[in-house]
């Protein structure tokens, strides 16, 4: 049975607990309220919550075993003189995914009975064929030993999802008599639920938590295997990068990298945050509530945009434009219609409303008593807002600079799609440049040996940015913490 059927019967198992766990306790007293511990709808909620919660998290903790012990045992089929290291298994391992998904198709549309795809025994052109007919298509020739092991995924996956269903509704059902029979009026039913759902929150933010660990280990150890087989100071401080010449250690340096990096988010920043900030001035200080109300939701409509429309319009739009005024036909300083400038406009432009909401919130989180005290010394609004507020705000402004700033550095479909990829230090703003983040998509793009440098760079990449960006990020908390105890 399937997930998605296993789940629609544990929410009915839940909506007939809930209605017989509340009758139950209505009768237990004989409809007299007041000898209840609880309302009735806690009760009801009570068996519910055991009815579906043990079933589901077998069910979800099932899905995500199951898979890998099965492509374990599946891969033990195929010989080790087939493949020269885990990418070589990995590529594999996806043929016989599919001629897996092939045969249950085949079985599906009734081209082929469940005994004949348990034991086919046919040639590689008869099978391509067959798997053809059923839309299914294969990467390279079908091996005796792929077909065997996809064999093996399909029995056991069968063998495993029908233990699951068994499993699944055995707990299902046995949390939903366990809690059917202790209801009664002394049951402390209110206290259950509160308290399972107390463990539900603390559920959520300890896989918020876990996930954001997960991310973090997978990076080191993917870094760590990457200096294992490149030096750590080539990388740091190689100016070169092409992962292209396989061999050099000039050919895989971050520093052109980092340097784009920079220097594009440099370029947003100048575009966003006196932006950003004059409109939140305006918007906080001068526009009338009309005028705050109707310009505020407009411009923060920016922040909704993808950035792939991002991207295309500094494809499309921005860097045609400055080629007609910075290229050949101009000054002769840009070549093409990528570059630094290109992308650090647009991406200015897509950071305008992040740093103009948080500082108009940080702008009106400043005292209302500190600009009366300098409207009675005599002095005007523009006075006021100069010399009192921006100065009073600067360390929340500060920090939502820096915000930005990181946001900037971990941008990539605009970097992607303006600035190009070629990799340089160079300080002309008209050049095509790249990013780190680029490069992450580009190392990562299509089928990655996950044995070699040149595929496990990307995760020494992640790992950089994700430090720069942490640096930014609790620099940024850190000084907006301490504006907030200030004025609070």
Do not use: C
């Amino acid at each position: 049975m399937s997930a998605s059927w296993l789940l629609i019967i544990l929410l009915a198992l839940a909506g007939l607990g809930f209605l017989l766990g509340r009758n139950r306790a209505l009768a237990s007293v004989g409809g007299d309220l007041r000898k209840l511990h609880s309302l009735p709808n806690y009760y009801g909620f009570n068996v519910a919550m055991l009815a579906f919660v043990p079933a589901v998290l077998v069910l979800g903790l099932w899905a995500v075993a199951q898979p890998m012990v099965i492509d374990a045992s599946a891969s033990g089929v195929i010989p080790q003189t087939y493949y020269q290291d885990e990418g070589a298994l990995n590529l594999i391992m996806s043929d016989v995914r599919r001629v897996a998904e092939g045969l249950d198709l085949a079985v599906a549309q009734g081209v082929l009975s469940a005994s004949e795809a348990t034991v086919l025994n046919t040639q590689t052109t008869d099978l391509r064929a067959l798997l053809g007919g059923v839309g299914v298509a294969l990467g390279s020739e079908v091996a005796p030993e792929v077909l065997a092991a996809a064999q093996k995924m399909r029995v056991m996956t069968a063998t495993g999802n029908w233990i699951m269903t068994a499993i699944v509704l055995a707990a299902g059902l046995g949390g939903f008599l366990v809690a059917v029979r202790m209801t009664q009026a002394t049951l402390r039913a209110r206290n259950l639920v509160e308290s399972g759902i107390l463990i539900l929150l603390i559920g959520a933010a300890s896989i918020a938590i876990l996930t954001t660990l997960g991310i973090v280990l997978s990076l080191i150890f993917n870094t760590i295997n990457f200096f294992s087989l490149f030096p750590a100071g080539d990388f740091l401080f190689g100016t070169t990068w092409s992962p292209e010449g396989r061999g050099g250690s000039e050919h895989l340096g971050i520093l052109p990298l980092l340097w784009g990096t920079i220097y594009i988010s440099l370029v947003a920043l100048v575009v966003a945050v006196p932006i950003g900030l004059f409109a939140a001035v305006y918007l906080s200080e001068y526009a009338s509530r009309t005028t705050r109300g109707f310009a505020k939701p407009l411009l923060e409509v920016l922040a909704g945009i993808p950035t792939i429309v991002y991207g295309l319009f500094a494809l499309t739009i921005v860097g045609p434009m400055l080629v007609s005024v910075f290229g050949a036909d101009g000054l002769g300083w840009m070549q093409g219609t990528r570059s630094v400038m290109t992308a650090g406009l647009v991406m200015g432009v897509m950071l305008i409303p992040f740093v103009s909401s948080l500082s108009d919130d940080i702008i009106n989180a400043v005292p209302q008593t500190m600009r009366d005290g300098s409207y009675g010394l005599g002095a005007t609004q523009s006075e006021t807002v100069r010399q009192v507020v921006l100065p009073a705000a600067l360390p929340g402004i500060v920090g939502a600079i820096l915000l930005a700033a990181s946001r900037a550095i971990g941008e990539t479909m605009i970097v992607v799609m303006g600035a190009g990829a070629a990799a340089r230090l160079d300080l002309n703003p008209f050049a095509a440049m790249t990013t780190v983040t680029a490069k992450i998509v580009s190392q990562l793009t299509g089928d990655s040996d996950f044995a070699s440098p040149e595929a496990l760079v990307a995760f020494a990449l992640g790992m950089t940015l994700f430090i720069l960006t942490l640096g930014l990020n609790v620099l940024a908390l850190y000084i907006v913490r301490k504006y907030r105890e200030q004025y609070e």
